[in-house]
């Protein structure tokens, strides 16, 4: 364990252990948080991840950025990687700062725009620890029918980390699943996976939320590449 803000230690620890791989997981991911703190995201969702990526350069280490898919686009369809992106959020903005400065500096980088849910059972923030926490509470919750997204499980991402194949891929991959689904489908789709019938999830906007910071609606990545290289 360190502390990755301090870069000396970083630096120090990246030199001694010289990894052919550095996979960045740390970020500050809450939207709300990312605009109370914003020096705090631009350090860890910024700051950090270039710096590991020209350490990984400095040692000839592949380095693979976790990304994100919190951003805004003029089309309402299936984005590429090269679609225009726009941040209308600071976690947004970090991440897309960060994405853009290490694809500029970094030829061997491999950068996975994703969205992923799983179940944690230390940090109570994920959409899927909140669905099934809420079913087997029964409780009442909203799902936004006007929020798109492919998501994967992370288990998915790990097992594609773990192949030899991803090894040889770099620049910006869009890891997500084929077709685009609601909010408010996928948190009827746990509640299936569950048993539960779905009665517990009422259709909602986030037009009409009470969500204090803006965020993109429709944030479906195109997997093509991904279902190309593979």
Known sequence: QLDATDLVKLSQIVESLRPSRIINCLGLTSVEEC???????WKLNTEIPIVLSRLSMKVSAQFVQISTDHFSSDVKALR????????VNHYGFTK???????????????ILRTNFFGYSNKVDKSILNFAINS??????INGFEDVFFNPVGINEISNFLIN?????ISGLLNFASENPISK?????????MMGFSGK?????????????????????????????DL
């Open 35 to 41: 605009e109370e703190r914003p020096e705090a995201s």
């Open 80 to 87: 590429s990687e090269s679609s225009v992106m726009n941040a």
């Open 96 to 110: 897309l700062a960060a994405e853009n400065t290490i694809l500029q500096e970094n030829p061997n980088v491999l």
């Open 135 to 140: 079913f087997r509470s029964n409780q009442h």
């Open 164 to 168: 030899k194949l991803s090894e040889q």
């Open 184 to 192: 408010y489908d996928f948190l009827i789709l746990v509640g299936q």
């Open 200 to 228: 517990n999830v009422a259709k909602s906007s986030i037009m009409n939320s009470t969500l204090t910071v803006q965020r993109p609606n429709y944030l479906a990545l195109d997997p093509a590449r991904l279902s190309n």
